[in-house]
């Protein structure tokens, strides 16, 4: 089946360690996005990309990174610069042709 | 940058209530998309709805482009309708969705 793919879904860190979430999508969609939910709010942009090897910062790029280096790959590392990591981290993707926007499941990242 | 606002924020339900959700726009988007998060952090796209009307079952949305806001309308609400509601607007091609806080729903039975 066709889809987005996060993994892991839970994660638990020391704090100053960088953790990498995996995004997958097997969509064939140019646009990649990462997001993150915090709890009781709504979604904030971190990190998009529209192409291979490109991204741009989103709204709260701080403390993060990615990468593009396949059209089906979008990793987010969340750095040891982030004060505040814990939250609820959602992938999701777009076709170059396409409105819809489709997300992962996403995934869990609590840092102690 | 746009802003968007969401209410109400909570709404309760008993089962085979009808209600509607509303989305203001700071600024005028052209592209306009209402989701629904399940219990567990799912987030399914439900309509994609820049302007006009339309409907999927139960569901349906409307916008009003030129007075920058987007209701949505639940009819005959089920337990499974349980979660939140956000709507999210953006312009241009590949640019970013800006989301609502939210609206979140209990539908008891």
């Known amino acids: 089946d066709g889809g987005i793919t996060q993994s892991p879904k839970y994660l638990f860190r020391k704090e100053g360690q960088n953790v990498t979430l995996s995004c997958e999508q097997n969509?064939?969609?140019?646009?990649m996005y990462w997001y993150r939910q915090d709890p009781g709010q709504g979604l904030r942009l971190i990190y998009y990309?529209?192409?291979?090897?490109?991204?741009q910062k989103g709204d709260i790029a701080e403390g993060y990174s990615v990468s593009r280096e396949k059209k089906e790959s979008f990793p987010l590392t969340v750095t040891s610069a982030q004060k505040n990591p814990t939250a609820f981290y959602l992938c999701?993707?777009?076709?170059?042709?396409?409105?819809?926007?489709?997300f992962g499941e996403g995934s869990w990242l609590t840092v102690v | 940058g746009i802003q968007v606002e969401q209410s109400p924020p909570d709404l309760i339900l008993q089962e085979g209530a009808n209600s509607t959700l509303r989305c203001n726009f700071s600024?005028?988007?052209?592209?306009l998309q209402w989701f629904h998060q399940n219990p567990w952090g799912q987030l399914i796209n439900l309509f994609y709805?820049?302007?006009g009307t339309k409907q999927n079952g139960r569901l349906s949305a409307t916008t009003v482009a030129t007075e920058r806001y987007s209701l949505l309308y639940i009819s005959s609400s089920q337990t499974t309708d349980s979660g939140v509601y956000f709507c999210?607007?953006?312009?241009?091609?590949?640019?970013?969705?800006?989301f609502g806080a939210g609206t979140r729903l209990a539908v008891h039975p």
């Open positions: 999210a607007g953006g312009n241009g091609g590949y640019n970013k969705l800006i």
């Open positions: 600024d005028s988007v052209n592209n």
């Open positions: 990309s529209q192409i291979v090897n490109d991204f």
């Open positions: 999701a993707s777009r076709a170059r042709s396409g409105n819809t926007i489709y």
């Open positions: 969509l064939n969609h140019d646009a």
């Open positions: 709805i820049p302007s």
